[in-house]
């Protein structure tokens, strides 16, 4: 069983790719930006809302070493009242997708390849229950509930776009996650917990990416300890 996602909890009008990673640490704070009204998702050619969204960007591993810029990933989120959108703007070195899933995307053990992952936690008084996204290149995808012990298929009935250009190795992905499917009652007063990270490769040594790192011995995504703050802002 991959030690990245074990699944017991104890892992525009402007080019999104053209901006880089410092080499400071990574913040500890992500902004979702508001939109008025709900966007199509088009992860090709992004809605302008995109734009008002500061990105976060990472490409070092769960530990926070060894940044690769050719993995450098850029994650967005946007949303409205009803909908929580995420963008991710992913470099990669090599594909490794799955050919096969479920007639509506979905895929068990998506992340034994290449995947963009997202863990939410809207209510961080409950450290051990949050909701998992995870994202291919190639459009398939999985929702998780995670809570003690294990986990269930969340059925959030999030919708996607994804994009692949092979000439650039870039790929990106969009989302659209109903907020029901993540609190019973948003606020958007309240600061949620969230991490992000990517994995790349189909055999180890493997790359686990993550924007907080972990700093687990071994690679280790479900630490909802080290996950950084999600504030929503008008």
């Not at 074990?6 to 902004?31: K, L, N, Y």
């Not at 088009?42 to 969204?53: C, I, L, M, T």
């Not at 917990?193 to 790192?213: I, K, S, T």
Request: hydrophobic share 40%.
């Amino acid at each position: 069983m991959l030690i990245a996602n074990f699944r017991e909890p104890a892992g525009h009008s402007q080019d999104p790719m053209t901006q880089t990673q410092s080499a400071v640490p990574p913040p500890s704070e992500v902004i979702a930006a508001h939109v008025a009204q709900e966007i199509p998702l088009h992860a090709a050619h992004p809605h302008a809302a995109w734009n008002a969204a500061q990105p976060i960007i990472f490409s070092a591993d769960w530990q926070g070493q060894d940044p690769d810029p050719q993995r450098e990933t850029q994650v967005r989120v946007l949303w409205t009242q009803s909908t929580l959108y995420l963008r991710f703007d992913c470099r990669y070195r090599m594909l490794h997708v799955f050919p096969d899933s479920d007639p509506d995307g979905r895929r068990d053990q998506l992340w034994d390849r290449d995947v963009a992952e997202a863990f939410l936690q809207p209510d961080p008084a409950q450290e051990r229950y949050y909701r998992e996204f995870e994202v291919s290149p190639n459009g398939m995808w999985i929702d998780l509930d995670v809570f003690p012990g294990g986990i269930a298929d969340l059925k959030s009935g999030l919708r996607k776009s994804t994009a692949l250009n092979e000439a650039a190795r870039t790929w990106a992905a969009e989302l659209a996650i109903p907020m029901p499917a993540l609190t019973p009652s948003f606020d958007p007063e309240k600061v949620w917990r969230a991490n992000f990270y990517r994995v790349e490769g189909r055999e180890e040594p493997r790359a686990y990416l993550a924007w907080r790192p972990t700093y687990s011995p071994e690679p280790q995504f479900h630490v909802p300890g080290a996950f950084g703050k999600l504030r929503f802002v008008r």
